[in-house]
């Protein structure tokens, strides 16, 4: 591995081999989505806590201040909105120069397999590996599923986590699924982290799903909505950063939450 490719991956996945990415991208096909309606007033009470943060690079030029030290994975496909016809229907719309420019250390884009726009989500995939390797930027890719989300079953991720590591993907954000998660994960030779979703019901229910993840070979988190659309978004942040890099229990996690939410820590 060429040395700024090792570098840029080391300021993502932690010493201990986990990462907790902090993902606040949603507008770009969303627009204004519940509580991220100001991205950088969102954000930078959780900054601390987030191993690296990913974001466009509209919202990181106008929201996030440059004298920061967090790593950016930056996200380079859109095209798509949720009033559109297909949210599979993505290209690419960053320039891997303007990702130099911003000194991201990783960049994200979706893929949709399966869908409609398959063949050309995976084409993009790999123009985009091809370029990135020039200049040892890693690749993230999303294992998306648009508006179907019955899809998160183990062989239909499986078979994309797969799919996105033979095209060259760096690390690939999945979803978790109940069961067989330990397939979906070593099935793919290269880091996966967990993508949180759509918010759940109790943050139990999130502390729990991240660990057992973890538990079956996942590195870590990349979790939006589970974390700054909690009503004590610090605390949650912290509690979550305790299940990846403190091994914290979901019953210790929830306790920890339960104390800073009460003012306690």
């Given at each position: ?11 993502l996945i932690?010493?201990?081999?986990r990462?907790l ?11 204004p ?17 987030a ?39 993505e ?33 993009n995939?790999s ?6 390797e020039e ?5 993230m890719?999303?294992?998306?599923v648009?508006k ?7 062989r ?14 760096r ?34 229910e999130?502390f729990?799903?991240?660990h ?25 942040i ?20 339960d ?6 820590q």
């Amino acid at each position: 591995m060429d040395w700024g490719m090792e570098n840029r991956l080391s300021r993502l996945i932690q010493p201990d081999g986990r990462a907790l990415f902090l993902p606040i991208d949603h507008g770009y096909f969303q627009g204004p989505t519940r509580k991220l309606e100001e991205p950088g007033k969102t954000v930078e009470p959780l900054l601390p806590y987030a191993d690296a943060i990913m974001l466009t690079r509209g919202i990181l030029r106008t929201c996030v201040d440059p004298t920061t030290s967090k790593p950016i994975i930056l996200r380079v496909s859109g095209g798509t909105s949720m009033v559109g016809e297909d949210l599979a229907n993505e290209g690419i719309t960053t320039s891997v120069r303007d990702v130099i420019r911003l000194n991201a250390s990783a960049v994200s884009m979706s893929i949709f397999v399966g869908s409609k726009y398959e063949h050309e989500s995976l084409l993009n995939l790999s123009n985009l590996v091809n370029e990135c390797e020039e200049y040892g930027v890693p690749v993230m890719a999303v294992t998306a599923v648009g508006k179907e989300l019955e899809k998160r079953e183990a062989r239909y991720l499986a078979l994309c986590c797969r799919i996105a590591a033979e095209l060259g993907a760096r690390v690939v954000k999945t979803y978790y699924c109940n069961e067989g998660f330990e397939k979906v994960v070593r099935g793919c030779p290269v880091p996966v982290v967990i993508a949180g979703g759509p918010k759940v019901e109790s943050e139990l229910e999130v502390f729990e799903f991240i660990h057992d993840g973890i538990q079956k070979g996942a590195i870590g988190v990349n979790l939006g909505r589970n974390v700054w659309q909690n009503e004590h978004p610090v605390a949650m942040i912290k509690a979550i950063r305790s299940v990846i890099h403190e091994d914290y229990t979901p019953k210790e996690a929830q306790d920890l939450f339960d104390s800073i939410k009460e003012g306690k820590q």
